[in-house]
């Protein structure tokens, strides 16, 4: 329950697609939903026609669109701060594949050539933090797993690092808000 002031922040990772299906990274190539990704998008709209948002925003890219447009929110907002991890190098490429040269390496502890940096990342996700938390109400965002389980972990103060604590499906809810004067995670992965 958000304290009427601080806002609360609703986020909706984009439905699958070939490359998360598959386990590719993807940041700025874009990939269409599958059908199957296009029937869980649809399956929001129910769950999400009952809340009223103050805010609805979007990233840039289409699967995140597609997703709020399929979920029944064709006018929400492009902010280009809900943008997916910059990949670099890594685009299109498995965590195992970048691991053959890389041993151990994630997207948490390791630098990805080419791309952002964690802090990039954070410097972006705070300003989404902040616009909500400066305008209170209730937000609703489409994005990206990585780039929603960093929001995630900046909503709770944490480094960009704790994002990895956050598992994240295609095509979930989840609910950011407060518990008593703290930030907390009201519900994930739902």
Not at 18 to 30: Q, R, V
């Amino acid at each position: 329950m958000t304290d009427g002031s601080a806002g609360e922040l609703w986020t909706v990772r984009h439905g699958e697609t070939a490359w998360s299906l598959a386990g590719k990274h993807t940041s700025s190539t874009e990939v269409a939903l599958t059908p199957a990704g296009e029937l869980a998008a649809r399956g929001l709209a129910p769950r999400l026609a009952a809340i009223t948002f103050d805010l609805v925003l979007t990233s840039p890219r289409d699967r995140a669109r597609r997703t709020a447009e399929l979920a029944g929110f064709p006018d929400a907002v492009v902010e280009p701060d809900l943008a997916e991890w910059d990949y670099g190098d890594y685009e299109g490429v498995t965590t195992e594949e970048i691991r053959e040269t890389v041993p151990g390496w994630t997207i948490w502890s390791h630098p990805c050539p080419g791309g952002e940096d964690a802090a990039a990342v954070a410097g972006r996700l705070d300003r989404v933090v902040a616009r909500v938390r400066a305008d209170g109400g209730r937000v609703l965002v489409f994005g990206h797993g990585h780039a929603t389980r960093v929001l995630a972990a900046r909503w709770l103060g944490q480094p960009v690092g704790d994002g990895r604590l956050f598992r994240l499906d295609t095509a979930t809810v989840s609910v950011l808000g407060y518990e008593h004067d703290g930030p907390a995670v009201a519900r994930w992965n739902a």
